[in-house]
């Protein structure tokens, strides 16, 4: 979860799921998903590739 993000509601957030600022999540979110938007949205299915940098280094 990034700053200013809020899940509102009874909601279920899954593992490994990256929340960007500022987002507003009012839906469950599944496993392994990048979500982002005012209300959030999934943006990619695959949040390995977040923390993973050029030289395979994790964050």
Known sequence: MFP????VGNVHV???VVIA????????IPDN???GGI???ILSED?????????NVVF
């Open 4 to 7: 200013g993000s809020k899940v």
């Open 47 to 55: 949040s390995s590739s977040f923390f993973i940098g050029r030289n």
């Open 33 to 35: 998903c990048i979500v």
């Open 21 to 28: 600022a500022n987002s507003v999540v009012i839906n469950d």
């Open 39 to 41: 209300p959030a949205r």
């Open 14 to 16: 899954g593992k490994n």
